[in-house]
């Protein structure tokens, strides 16, 4: 299942107050879960299943997953990137290697800015803006909620 696809699941659960969402295909199971402790991840493959806990739901009035919400905070015709899930925020491929942005840097729609791992997977997170980094306001290999503003992008 592509993250697209889990995106979309999680803005409908937001949009429609669903407590609960279970796909199951032939060798996947998702299950969404959300209550007062927020909403909760499983996922299984054939032999194995992993719980964990996720942010709280956002508002019902906002898109959860919408990096084109523009920021608050004197930041005005800014654009947030947020993260599509609960994870750890990696500004680069590897410890040795670059960040894939910088403040100043140009980045497209289809520009990779970070990775999120989460369940151990590494989950690399486009912008789906175009525009320019103004502002980065994770630190590097820090966790992070769902929802949670990662960058500023002044657009194109």
């Not at 979309?8 to 199951?24: C, G, H, P, W, Y």
């Amino acid at each position: 299942m592509e993250l697209k696809e889990i995106k979309k699941i999680v803005e409908m659960m937001t949009e429609n107050d669903l407590a609960e969402f279970l796909l199951e295909e032939e060798a996947f199971t998702l299950q969404l879960k959300r209550g007062t402790a927020g909403i909760t991840q499983i996922v299984s493959a054939p032999h194995q299943m992993v719980a964990a806990p996720a942010a709280a739901p956002a508002p019902a009035a906002a898109p959860a997953a919408a990096p084109a919400a523009p920021a608050a905070n004197g930041n005005e015709g800014l654009i947030e990137i947020k993260s599509p899930m609960v994870g750890t925020f990696y500004r680069s491929p590897s410890p040795d290697a670059d960040s894939f942005v910088q403040i100043g840097q140009d980045i497209t729609a289809d520009s990779v800015v970070c990775i999120i791992e989460a369940m151990k997977v590494m989950n690399e997170i486009q912008a789906e803006v175009k525009g320019k980094i103004k502002k980065i306001l994770v630190d590097n290999a820090t966790p992070v909620q769902f929802g949670q503003a990662l960058f500023l992008v002044e657009p194109a």
